[in-house]
């Protein structure tokens, strides 16, 4: 059962625009992750979110925690084709080692 | 952080041979794990490959199948064992230094025909 739902599932914008990616859950999470991956690549670690309510901001990248831990969302401002990639969340669980994977957005942002 | 590397990055097998990936990470590590994905989709556990003792399997995976080995806290090898094309996937292993964060190896592409 996937504990994480993004969306969208596929997203294609223009070059300049805004964007946000929602990822949802019905369970708490102790922590949260946001990755992207490029084809033939692994997924490189953006930002972790720990604390209910919490924005980081990486550049052009803003993302949020919810109050309740239960989910997340990533905003990008004026995104570039080097944006594109598959966008994944996951999540820790109470004392579980174990990453919980969202279901993934693609984006992909042309000139 | 950690970098990762896997050996091979890709491979084309027959069915019903068998395919041994290795992992190497440049420092050691808490805790190791093995990932599948298919291309463009999200990633699904393995097991988590105890040093020292064996892995511990998600459900739908078992050792017969996909058996791993961590002999120290800085490599781990994945086999999987008598393979068909639907074991054609990315295989990912990872690992996590000490805290929350996970960190990727580039994946192994497999292809069974």
């Known amino acids: 059962t996937q504990l994480l739902e993004q969306s969208p599932q596929f997203l294609s914008i223009q070059e300049g625009e805004n964007l946000t990616v929602y990822c949802n859950s019905s369970?708490?999470?102790?922590?949260l992750q946001w990755y992207r991956q490029e084809p033939g690549e692994g997924p490189v670690l953006l930002v972790t979110v720990v604390t209910g309510g919490e924005v980081k901001k990486l550049k052009r990248l803003t993302f949020q925690f919810g109050d309740a831990r239960k989910d997340s969302s990533l905003h990008i401002t004026a995104a570039q084709p080097g944006d594109t990639g598959l966008y994944l969340c996951?999540?820790?669980?109470?004392?579980?080692?174990?990453?919980?994977f969202g279901t993934g957005t693609r984006l992909q942002v042309t000139l | 952080s950690a970098v990762i590397s896997q050996k091979p990055s890709r491979d084309i097998c027959q069915r019903g041979t068998s395919l041994t990936i290795q992992c190497q990470v440049d420092?050691?590590?808490?805790?190791m794990f093995w990932y599948r994905q298919q291309p463009g989709q999200s990633l699904t556990l393995i097991a988590t490959?105890?040093?020292?003792?064996?892995?511990?399997?998600e459900s739908g995976f078992v050792i017969d199948k996909f058996p791993i080995s961590r002999p120290n806290l800085t490599f781990s090898t994945l086999t999987v064992s008598n393979m068909s094309p639907e074991d054609s996937s990315i295989y990912l292993c990872?690992?996590?230094?000490?805290?929350?964060?996970?960190?990727f190896g580039p994946g192994t592409r497999l292809t069974v025909t």
């Open positions: 490959a105890n040093q020292g003792s064996e892995a511990t399997y």
């Open positions: 990872s690992a996590v230094t000490g805290g929350y964060e996970q960190y």
């Open positions: 996951a999540g820790y669980t109470g004392t579980a080692s174990k990453l919980t």
């Open positions: 369970s708490v999470f102790s922590s």
């Open positions: 420092s050691q590590v808490t805790m």
